[in-house]
């Protein structure tokens, strides 16, 4: 071999090798009407398991594992802290039961699991992480969901379980309130939905995304909404992964994350601007709210939504885990105005 050609193979193998890609983890806890009247105890409450969530995840990453078990790891940490519509603390449907619903999805390889309707599993992420590893399947539900996760030995909890005061409470005033319209319109739009969900990019530069959530308040008929829908609520492929919250019914008929990804991977739009439009444009215009979390293989973070906030959360190069809830809060999307961050993402991913 010639030394110019040794040299040239050297440096090449030596690009290979220091192409690691910088980790991102972006979370989200669900949005809508976020005002600043909770208790300081309760906002404190949430920005520490926010915190949590992001830090347990980030751990992964910097390890060097997957985007995959950054996300479920993520996500099983704001399961299990009752704040959140998703695990403990999930809303009631109409008939004073806990409905669960979850999906992973691996963008690099895109395969996925999802999970629905599941009154047991205590970690529905792990479960939805469960069927995507160790089944033939994409989606399982209810009682057949429940029969897997015990031959996996996910473990299952007495219903009793997810009931928390604050969300019995929620229901009832709802029941009392407004039942008819709830059953009709078979969602609030402007309560604080808190689903939760993450998407990650790890060393090797994939994506994952995920989504935890116990639905709608009130939810009827065994409703399951767009977060174990993949496409709808949860989606990722090699080049975006996008978690969704909000009014399911608008995500799955604008099929939402696969859109957004879509526009990312098809006609090279943006992160913020795809994530924007169909967040922001397209969901409220056919009368829909909510947000969505958004990430590129560049570490381009999204994070739109059209409600007057969202808990969400990132770590990204510093290594220091951020976490904004209100909408005046900064964020790395530049939220909220479309048009600015339009502008705004222009100059920086292109
Ligand atoms: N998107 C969820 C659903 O419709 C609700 C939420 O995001 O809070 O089930």
């Not at 990804?261 to 006609?267: D, Q, W």
């Not at 808990?311 to 809060?329: F, K, N, P, Q, S």
């Amino acid at each position: 071999m010639s030394r110019r050609l040794f040299v040239a193979l050297l440096s090449f193998g030596m690009a290979l090798v220091s192409h690691a890609t910088t980790p991102v983890l972006v979370i989200h806890g669900g949005a809508g009407v976020i005002k600043r009247d909770m208790t300081p105890a309760k906002e404190k409450a949430v920005r520490a398991a926010m915190t949590k969530a992001l830090e347990a995840g980030y751990a992964q990453l910097k390890a060097g594992k997957p985007a995959i078990d950054a996300v479920t790891t993520s996500i099983a940490v704001l399961e299990d802290d009752s704040n959140f519509n998703a695990g403990k603390g999930s809303v009631f449907t109409h008939d004073g039961k806990n409905e669960l619903d979850a999906a992973v999805m691996d963008g690099e390889s895109l395969r996925a699991g999802s999970v629905a309707g599941v009154h047991r599993v205590k970690n529905p992420i792990l479960l939805a992480r469960a069927v995507m590893d160790h089944s033939p399947h994409v989606m399982l539900v209810g009682d057949g969901a429940e029969a897997f996760a015990k031959e996996q030995g996910i473990v299952l909890v007495d219903p009793s379980y997810f009931r928390t005061e604050e969300r019995w409470q929620q229901w009832q005033k709802v029941l009392k309130d407004d039942a008819e319209k709830h059953a009709r319109a078979g969602s609030d739009p402007t309560h604080h939905f808190g689903t939760v969900g993450a998407v990650a990019l790890d060393k090797e530069g994939h994506l994952a995304a995920g989504t935890s959530t116990g639905g709608m308040v009130d939810k009827r008929w065994g409703r399951v909404g767009d977060s174990p829908i993949i496409g709808a609520g949860t989606y990722a492929n090699a080049q975006c992964a996008v978690s969704g919250t909000g009014w399911g019914e608008f995500y799955m008929r604008t099929v939402a994350a696969h859109e957004i990804c879509m526009r990312v991977s098809m006609l090279e739009e943006p992160v913020q601007r795809a994530a924007a439009e169909v967040i922001n444009q397209e969901i409220p215009s056919m009368g829909g709210s909510g947000g969505a979390i958004a990430l590129d293989t560049n570490g381009n973070i999204a994070i739109p939504f059209n409600t007057d906030g969202m808990y969400r959360g990132w770590i990204g190069a510093d290594g220091i885990a951020h976490v904004a809830l209100y909408d005046d809060e900064p964020d790395p999307s530049n939220h909220p105005p479309a048009s600015a961050t339009s502008s705004a993402d222009a100059s920086t991913n292109n």
